[in-house]
Every structure is written in C-alpha cells, then in structure tokens.
C-alpha cells in the first residue's frame, strides 16, 4: 500500500504565504509524476502544478510566478510554495502521485486526504 499525507494548509491574509507538503510512504519502488490539485467549493477539481522525476515544471496560468512546485527524492515528498496569496486560492489541496509499488511492473496513481487552505483577511 502507498499513501500521501499533505500538510502545511490553513489561514492566512491575502498577499501572505504558505508551504504545502506531501510526503509518500509505504511500499513504493518509483515515484514518477507528482502533482498538486485544488478544489473549490461548489468548482471541479483543477491541477495548479506538476513536477516530473527529473524536475521539469508546469503550472496553471492563475499560480504562474507565485507558487514554487519541489520535491525531495530522497524523502519522497513534494512541496508546494505559495506566494502572494489571493482569495481566489481558497481552496482544498490534493496532492496527487504516480508510483510504481514494489514488486509490480505497473504504475498506480495516488491521492492524498487533502489540505484546506484559506485566504482571508
């Protein structure tokens, strides 16, 4: 079994920051893409940032220039750095894996719980 537990969410005012976590664990042979979502009340679920095995990024128009996606592949996290924060990243966040368990030839993809972020003054 793999899981993905993300932290790092909560209040903050508008043109702050926070820095969102998502550690993997369990049986886990390959991490090959990672990702971050988001999901807005009452809005679909929307990909803000993704990060491949190697480091190469891509973001959503609406996060360019204020977040920061990274990983560690050593602790099999990724981080998500926000900046400048609007109203408008109200939101929960999932992060979001492909992982090759061990002792399988197939890639198996991933959810974390979520993580509420709220930008408010």
């Known amino acids: 079994q793999v899981q993905l537990v993300e932290s790092g969410g909560g209040l903050v005012q508008p043109g702050g920051s926070l820095r969102l976590s998502c550690a993997a664990s369990g049986s886990i042979f390959r991490i090959y893409g990672m990702y971050w979502y988001r999901q807005a009340p009452g809005k679909q679920r929307n990909l803000v940032a993704s990060?491949?095995?190697?480091?190469?990024?891509n973001y959503a128009d609406s996060v360019k220039g204020r977040f920061t996606i990274s990983r560690d592949n050593a602790k099999n996290t990724m981080y998500l750095q926000m900046n400048s924060l609007k109203p408008e990243d109200t939101a929960v966040y999932y992060c979001?894996?492909?992982?090759?368990?061990?002792?399988?030839?197939?890639?198996?993809?991933?959810w974390g719980q979520g993580t509420q972020v709220t930008v408010s003054s």
């Open positions: 990060i491949g095995s190697g480091g190469s990024t």
């Open positions: 979001n894996s492909a992982v090759q368990p061990v002792g399988t030839v197939t890639i198996q993809n991933y």
